[in-house]
Antibody, heavy 121, light 113 residues
């Protein structure tokens, strides 16, 4: 049974950066893809991008290009999402999610519980 | 970007009755080479992450009750709950994974009438 355990809640100042971790257990980390999806308070789901540990590649939504960095550490089966130049609109719950494939165009079958990031001065 | 539009935004259904949610994509998510629709449905309850219900438009995820079914092809899709149970109260999202950026519908809230 694959589980994704995310790091704890963060409170950040506008203009700063946040780095959220997501540790996978019970699966084959290298052969999966890990996406990040966020959800602003009371809003829907927004796909941000992801990483392929197998190929060492990333795929970002254009909206976040230049601000988003997703990395994967195969030695610890952990993926990281770092968002910089934070603004109040980045206040959201950030989810990591697994794709049980090395293909980008695949559905997300296991999700972490989410990490709340609050951006406030 | 592929825009996903769900209808309705919310619906109230009596226990045991059928609930139907539609999802329309701005372009086809059917990949002709393998004849698969790159469309999934998720259920999200308050304070929880989304849970996968359906993938490839009509394949039920393991462990999902068979009252949940998905149908459709190309640009028009439907999630049906054949007999609504109390535990089905949630927000439901369609999701296309045909192309980047992957996108979701705005969500449909299902309540008990």
């Amino acid at each position: 049974q694959v589980q994704l355990v995310q790091s704890g809640a963060e409170v950040k100042k506008p203009g700063s950066s946040v780095k959220v971790s997501c540790k996978a257990s019970g699966g084959t980390f290298r052969r999966n893809i890990f996406y990040w999806v966020r959800q602003a308070p009371g809003q829907g789901l927004e796909w941000m991008g992801g990483s392929s540990p197998l190929f060492g590649t990333v795929n970002y939504a254009q909206k976040f290009q230049g601000r988003l960095t997703i990395t994967a550490d195969t030695s610890t089966s952990t993926t990281y999402m770092e968002l910089s130049s934070l603004r109040s609109e980045d206040t959201a719950v950030y989810f990591c999610a697994r794709v049980d494939s090395s293909a980008w165009d695949y559905y997300m079958d296991v999700w972490g519980k989410g990490t709340t990031v609050t951006v406030s001065s | 970007d592929i825009v996903m539009i769900q209808s309705p935004d919310s619906l109230a259904v009596s226990l045991g009755e059928r609930a139907t949610i539609d999802c329309k994509s701005s372009q086809s998510v059917l990949y002709s080479s393998n004849n698969k629709n790159y469309l999934a449905w998720y259920q999200q309850k308050p304070g929880q992450p989304p849970q996968l219900l359906i993938y490839w438009a009509s394949t039920r995820e393991s462990g999902v009750p068979d009252r949940f079914s998905g149908s459709g092809s190309g640009t028009d899709f439907t999630l049906t709950i054949s007999s609504l149970q109390a535990e089905d109260v949630a927000v439901y999202y369609c999701h296309q994974y045909y192309s980047s950026p992957q996108t979701f519908g705005q969500g449909t809230r299902v309540e008990i009438k």
